[in-house]
């Protein structure tokens, strides 16, 4: 499967703990974003990412939501001591580098669905 | 203002019509518009992206732009019933690479 992995699906937390989300872009794509979906409401950008460097945390809250995308490996979405205002749709999509981006916009993952108990 | 604004709709067309799904944006440095395709409960997926001012077809789907007038469409000729999904409007920034989303208009196609 080429596409954009997330996982898990579900997730469910309780109130004070933590979740981790995961995201390995599309082969080929080297720039991942997060963004952030509540119920009926649309998509919010959240924070931008390539290999080992944070471009754009505009969307992120200023606590408890952080966001990383070594060298090795998947990009995490870690939220810390969730509250139930948490409980979203996270989705991840990839791009590839600007130099050939020009016909290839965002494709996004199956998503995370964050449950807050 | 909103930056991009869509009308949630929901918008009812008879199979066999054509949809005329409409978005309209703040930033006259929007610079590459998207519409994504999301049924309930599913992600995201990318249905036309147009840059460049006029339409851009794509089957039955149609993308039309209009910088001067900050508005982009979507049309979808033939509608069928596994149309009906929520449409998502997305703006880029110009030098930006995050992408701005309306609030989606629902679209019914009923038999």
């Known amino acids: 499967n080429a596409g954009v992995m997330q996982n898990p699906r579900h997730l469910v937390r309780r109130r004070g703990q933590e979740a981790r989300l995961r995201c390995s872009p599309m082969k080929g794509h080297s720039h991942v974003y997060w963004y952030r979906q509540l119920p009926e409401e649309g998509l919010k950008f959240m924070v931008y990412?390539?290999?080992?460097?944070?471009?754009?945390e505009s969307g992120m809250p200023k606590e408890r939501f952080s966001a990383e995308f070594p060298k090795e490996g998947p990009s995490i979405l870690r939220i810390q001591q969730v509250v139930r205002g948490d409980s979203a749709a996270y989705f991840c999509?990839?791009?590839?580098?600007?130099?050939?981006?020009?016909?290839?916009?965002?494709?996004f993952g199956d998503g995370t669905r964050l449950s807050i108990l | 203002q909103k930056e991009v604004e869509q009308n949630s709709g929901p918008l009812s067309v008879p199979e066999g019509a054509i949809a005329s799904l409409n978005c309209t944006y703040s930033d006259r440095g929007s610079q590459s518009f998207f519409w994504y395709r999301q049924y309930s409960g599913k992600s995201p997926e990318l249905i036309m992206f147009?840059?460049?001012?006029g339409d851009k077809e794509d089957g039955r789907f149609t993308a039309q732009l209009n910088k001067a007038s900050q508005y982009v469409s979507l049309l979808i000729r033939d509608s069928q019933p596994s149309d009906s999904a929520t449409y998502l409007c997305a703006v880029n920034l110009y030098n930006t690479d995050k992408l701005i989303f309306g609030t989606g208009t629902r679209l019914q196609v009923f038999p």
């Open positions: 999509a990839s791009s590839p580098p600007a130099s050939r981006r020009a016909n290839q916009p965002q494709h």
């Open positions: 990412l390539q290999k080992e460097n944070i471009i754009d």
């Open positions: 147009i840059y460049s001012n």
